[in-house]
């Protein structure tokens, strides 16, 4: 990482002199002269601004590649749309600033306060935040591929459907932080503070494959671990299954529903690891479906205007008998037409039929949950 910032501030041009003069005679005539001048994108590149007082200062979509900032105040600022790739703001101070689609790719942010910083929709892809105070900070889909968190302080932070995709979060503190659809593949986690933590629909597959998610930072990697070991079943016997697969579309049309049940057997103490049919299947993903049916105490699919679900329950079902199968049909739907050679197996429930998401999900416990539970206990015994 400190290799590549130093190549990157040895590019780019200098900064525009008029603009750099113009700064320099503080931030109320550089904040009036914005305002006056709102057509003029700064240009600040390279500058060396260290330990400079830039408190509430405007730097809105302007330039500033390979700057020196270490130091500096830039607290309660505007630098929304700012381009600051491979700027150097160790120890800066950002706190309450409003960084949203700002440029930090490459930045070295280490030991920096970003504290209550707005950084929604913000890159900052290899981005160094060691020790970085980000607590409080809204992170919404913000893009932290590869960055370097590593002890960062994310306590109460949002970082809903932020990519952390191999982010390094060792030591890392995200107690009560929102980490509600976060792309977590290939992060690492270790020792990671996650008390208070709002976990739900994390990602653990890269781009361009079907999403698999689960609902725990940590539960992420072992279920990814699961998927790309197959020494590591050896475990699965030692621990007792919680996980239920739910399958099904996840067309605007029914992604409530799944949605609904996942919810519901969250309140009961099940882990569910929902997996979207929306893209065609193919022989990788019915080796990943597999693999998650093996871990699976039963499994619930909707067959209702099924796509690829009738192709993966025909895969599941003939060589799983230990795990449950409880497909539900909404009301004013059929089967497909070869349904009758899947339930034929011991092992596949009743058709549950329902009038629509709220009913399925008052009848779930009485309906679904507790016949799937009576029947694994009854296909372990055999």
Same mark, same amino acid.
Request: aromatic residues 4%; glycine residues 8%; negative net charge.
């Given at each position: 990482m400190i290799n590549r910032y130093r190549r990157c501030t040895q590019a780019g041009t200098l900064a525009n002199p008029e603009h750099l003069a113009k700064l320099k005679e503080g931030v109320v005539p550089w904040n009036q002269w914005r305002k006056e001048n709102p057509e003029v994108e700064p240009d600040l590149d390279n500058?060396? %601004?260290? $330990? =400079?007082? *830039?408190?509430?200062?405007? !730097?809105s979509d302007a330039k500033l590649v390979s700057a020196k900032l270490v130091r500096a105040k830039l607290n309660k600022g505007s630098l929304v749309g700012a381009t600051l790739t491979a700027a150097n703001l160790w120890w800066g101070d950002l706190r309450g600033s409003n960084l949203s689609r700002t440029y930090l790719n490459g930045a070295m942010l280490g030991c920096?306060?970003?504290?209550?910083?707005?950084?929604?929709?913000?890159?900052?892809?290899?981005?160094?935040?060691v020790d970085a105070n980000l607590s409080c900070a809204d992170l919404g889909s913000a893009d932290f591929r590869g960055a370097d968190l590593t002890g960062a302080n994310l306590t109460g932070a949002n970082l809903g459907r932020a990519n %952390?995709? $191999? =982010?390094? *979060?060792?030591?890392?503190? !995200?107690?009560n932080t929102n980490l509600i659809g976060c792309c977590v593949y290939g992060i690492s986690a270790w020792d990671v503070r996650l008390k208070g933590a709002i976990q739900s629909n994390l990602i653990i597959t890269p781009e361009g494959e079907s999403p698999i998610q689960v609902d725990n930072l940590e539960v992420a990697q072992f279920i990814y671990l699961l998927l790309n070991n197959e020494k590591i079943w050896d475990v699965i016997d030692t621990i007792g299954k919680k996980a239920v697969l739910i399958l099904g579309r996840f067309t605007p049309k029914r992604r409530a529903v799944l949605d609904g049940i996942r919810g519901a057997l969250r309140k009961r103490g099940y882990l569910p690891i929902l997996f979207d049919f929306d893209k065609p299947?193919?022989?990788?993903?019915?080796?990943?479906?597999?693999?998650?049916?093996?871990?699976?105490?039963?499994?619930?699919?909707?067959i209702t205007a099924p796509n690829s679900v009738p192709q993966e329950l025909a895969s599941i079902v003939p060589t799983l008998p230990s795990v449950p199968v409880q497909p539900v049909l909404q009301t004013g739907y059929e089967p497909w037409g070869m349904y009758d050679h899947i339930k034929r197996y011991g092992w596949v429930l009743p058709l549950?039929?329902?009038?629509g998401q709220y009913s399925l999900?008052?009848?779930?416990?009485?309906?679904?949950?507790v016949p799937a539970e009576k029947k694994a206990k009854e296909q372990t015994r055999k």
């Open positions: 500058v060396d %601004l260290s $330990g =400079a007082n *830039l408190s509430g200062i405007d !730097l920096a306060d970003l504290s209550e910083t707005k950084l929604t929709n913000a890159a900052l892809h290899l981005a160094y935040l %952390l995709g $191999g =982010a390094s *979060l060792v030591r890392a503190n !995200l107690e299947s193919g022989r990788d993903t019915q080796e990943t479906i597999a693999t998650l049916a093996g871990l699976a105490r039963f499994i619930i699919a909707d549950v039929r329902y009038e999900l008052a009848d779930l416990e009485a309906k679904v949950i």
